[in-house]
Every structure is written in C-alpha cells, then in structure tokens.
C-alpha cells in the first residue's frame, strides 16, 4: 500500500476527523483523541469503527473548501451493493485555511489524474427505455454525481440532438439502454462535421433491457450501476471501437453493437412487451424459442480473416495484456485447414460462403449482448473485424444445456456453435418472412450486407480494453482467465 502523502484535519460536528490520501485511496478515520465519540458521515452517525473509510482514489468526485468549511464527497459501496454517493464535510481553524484548500485542490488533481473535472456533457436520457425508470435514476442517483463534479448538462431528443449538436461537448451521456446508442450514433453520422463528431465519446448509464455496452465498458460488478456508470463519466478515458455500416438497398444506417437475424432476432422482437422484466424476458424467449426451434435458411457470405477459436481466444488474452498486434494483420495463410467443411467458395474474390442450415446468426462485436449471453467473448474493440457466430441446427436438449454458462460465454465452445472473424458478411433471407435485428431495433427483413468502419466509434472506458474476462472451464471446474 502507498504511503499517505496529504492530510488535513476537520472538525465533523465536534469529532476530530483526519482526511488523507494516497496515489490510489483516500482515507476518512477519526483521531486517536476523539475514538471514543460519535460523529457524522453523509448525514449518517457513526460509531469510531464504522466511521473509518477507506475508498479508492478513482470515487472521489468533489473536493471543495468554502467559508471555512471542506467538503469532500465520493462513491463508497458496501459488500457487493451497487456505489452510492456519499459527503465528508467539517471545518478547519482559520490558520489552516489556505492548507485546506490547497489540500483539496491536490485531492482533485490526484482523483482526476490531472484531468479538468468541470466538463460540459450532453445528456439524453430516455424514460421509456427498460423498465421505464430511465428518468427518476437519473434525478435520483446520476444528477447528484453530476452536480457534485461541477458539471454542465443538456437533453433532448437523440437522433436529432446528435445530428445538429454543436461540437466541444467532452462526452454524450445516454440514460437508456443500447437502443439510444444506435440513435445516437446514426444521428452523429449524418453530422456536418461527422469526423469529429463521431470523436466525442459516448458514455451509457445502464436503464435499459439489455444494456450490453455498458457491461462490456464496466464489467458484470458494475455494468448495471448507474453510480458506476457516472463515474466512468467522469473518470473515463477514450475508447476507440469498431462500428459497423449496415446497408440494405439505398438505405444505410450505423451499428456498433450487433445484427442478429433467426430465433435470437425472435426473441428480441417477441419480447418486447416483456421489457418491465428487464434483461429475464431473454431467458423466457430463448426457452419459447427452443421448443419451436424454427430454422433460419439463409445464404450466408463472409469475408474470413480467422476461424480458429483457441487461436481467437490466445490472441485475446495476448491482447489485453499488450503484448499482440492487431488480428487484422494476420495472413489468410493462417486460415486453419480442419473446418473447411463449415464454408465453401463462391463465384466472389475473398468471399466466403456458409452452406449448413442454421437456426440463427448473431454478429458484432462486444463480449455481452445482455447480463444473460456473452454472445462474442474473444471480441477485441478495435481489431477491425466483425465476430459472427453461426448456429447449427441441433437438438433441443443441447439447446437448452447450452444456457448452462451462457453468461460465461461457454456457448463459444459448443461445436455447432461455428465462430469466425471477418472483414464484412452479407445475407440474403431465403424465407418470405422472419426477423432481422440490428442493435436491438428491427429492420426490414431483406438482404443486406455489413462492413467494419475500423476505429470509427469512441466510447468512455475505465480501462483501455472491454472489461469482461473470457473464464475459460475445463472439465475438471478449473478455470483460466484473461490478463487484465
């Protein structure tokens, strides 16, 4: 643990309180004198014991010194329960004013790393979205963090606010699920200034069904944490990510996330009416999906980069740890030769075609999808490649085994579970009916085709990486994990 390098005392309400901290954590403890009385935190009396916090220096939002007064005030989380914004607040001696504020000016500096913590955000926030609760978690939980951090917010409607916005803003805070996102996003791409638009990053604070950005940006702990998802808002740092052009005909339209079309497209769709059950109404669809166990014939095209999954799977860990290139350099040589049943060539330079019958497809990039599926657990956010996973047609039994670790992403492994990286796909339905879901929104059930916009999105991230760790069973229960 590091040394302690900056300490004031306070006084909270007759108790002495030491405020001090380190390049990593910040600590609130009463002094030795004063052990034996109560005193106030947030609000909140506290025994001695009770009082003693110790945070990590990242959740420190404000500090601040003011009629004689600091004020200092953080996320603190008990056990595995979501953050919380909490205060610390007491009055120094009249001597020791100019320390005070000095100390707190040294506290921000170290909590934000140097980095300004008054910005200007654009805040969308969507109250239909999830469970509809959109609205009131952010007055009630994501404002105050806001406001502490000395922040400046705007709303309005997304697809229209992102296609006129002005540009300067530090971050486009969407209070939604995935849905806002793609709104967003294809608001930003008919910008006048759509280069440095696309620059600004987006930052999801999770109130929708699926929320499977920010799971990927925060992690399972904290991937559904509104408090969570505003601090990244505020101590984030720029991701560069894929996104993806999605073109039907004349029509274009922006993805970051996935497209998606047989049983997995149905299940969305179908359980639309079901948002108020959050990310459960999938679990429910994919068993109503499994007992009709519908196939999905399409003609299926791909432009191959890699289809070795203990290859995709090494150079994910690789990765994560810096140690390996990007996959887009690999040389169609390295294309392994032990599955070239899955495809065969077509009359297309480079393309690729998929001949089995399939109950669905599922494309994109992003470990999760939903809390429920770690639909593509080796993506990398900036490879330039597109995962797709193509299922087989199989039993319903091995349907419904295959829910067992979904979360997990142990559906990688199944071996009618055919994965591939590629450079673009194209399908062309061969049914009269069905549907085809692109980021969560349904779109018309016609051919199309997909291509990478290499590095094109910008997302606000704790870490230079998607957070999720790939866990990797054997049959023993022992498992292997990515480097973080």
């Known amino acids: 643990m590091s040394t302690s390098i900056h300490q004031i005392i306070i006084d909270n309400r007759g108790v002495s309180t030491s405020l001090h901290f380190s390049d990593v954590l910040f600590f609130v403890e009463p002094t030795k004198l004063d052990a034996h009385k109560s005193s106030c935190c947030a609000g909140i009396y506290h025994s001695h014991k009770e009082l003693k916090i110790e945070v990590p220096l990242r ?98 409607h997304a697809l229209e606010i992102a296609r006129e916005m002005k540009l300067g803003y530090d971050a486009l805070v969407i209070v ?58 505020l101590k984030g740092q720029p991701l560069k990510a894929d996104l993806f052009s999605f073109t039907q005909g004349n029509c274009h339209r922006i993805s970051f996330m996935s497209q998606t079309i047989g049983i997995t497209a149905d299940i969305d769709i179908e359980t639309e009416h079901l948002r108020w059950m959050g990310d459960t109404r999938f679990i429910l669809g994919y068993i109503r999906a499994i007992i009709a166990r519908k196939s999905c014939p399409i003609e299926l095209s791909m432009k191959v980069v890699e289809q070795d999954k203990s290859r995709m799977m090494d150079a994910l860990h690789a990765r994560r740890a810096g140690e390996s290139p990007s996959p887009t350099s690999l040389p169609s040589s390295l294309l392994s030769d032990d599955k070239k049943l899955d495809i065969a060539s077509s009359s297309h330079e480079e393309w690729t075609r998929f001949e089995r019958p399939i109950l669905w497809m599922y494309a994109g990039q992003g470990p999760f999808v939903s809390r429920a599926l770690m ?92 957070a999720p760790e790939f866990v990797v069973r054997d049959v023993q229960g022992k498992t292997r994990a990515t480097s973080v």
């Open 59 to 156: 959740n420190v939002v404000a500090a601040k010194f003011a009629s004689g007064a600091v004020e200092v005030q953080y996320l603190v989380r008990k056990g595995k329960e979501s953050l919380n914004l909490v205060m610390t607040s007491g009055t120094v001696k009249d001597e020791d004013s100019t320390r005070a504020k000095d100390w707190c000016q040294a506290l921000l500096l170290a909590a934000y790393q140097g980095a300004n913590p008054s910005k200007n955000l654009k805040v969308l926030v969507n109250p239909h979205g999830g469970k509809g609760k959109g609205r009131a978690e952010y007055a009630s939980k994501v404002e105050p963090i806001f406001i502490a951090a000395g922040y400046t917010t705007h709303g309005g």
């Open 176 to 233: 939604s699920g995935d849905g806002l996102i793609h709104e967003v996003l294809n608001g930003i791409n008919q910008h006048e200034q759509r280069e440095q638009a696309f620059c600004i990053p987006i930052a999801p604070i999770p109130t929708g069904s699926g929320n499977g950005m920010s799971l990927n940006l925060l992690g399972l702990q904290d991937g559904l944490d509104v408090c969570a998802a505003a601090l990244n808002v």
């Open 375 to 466: 639909q593509f657990p080796v993506s990398l956010a900036d490879d330039g490649l597109i995962d797709i996973s193509v299922q087989e047609i199989t039993s319903r039994r091995n349907l419904l085994r295959a829910m067992d670790g979904a979360e997990e992403g142990r559906t990688y492994w199944i071996n009618t579970n055919r994965y591939y990286k590629a450079s673009a796909y194209r399908a062309r339905p061969l049914a009269s009916k069905g549907t085809l879901v692109v980021d969560g929104e349904q779109v018309p059930f016609e051919e199309f085709q997909v291509d990478v916009l290499h590095g094109l999105g910008t997302f606000l991230s704790p870490y230079p990486h998607y």
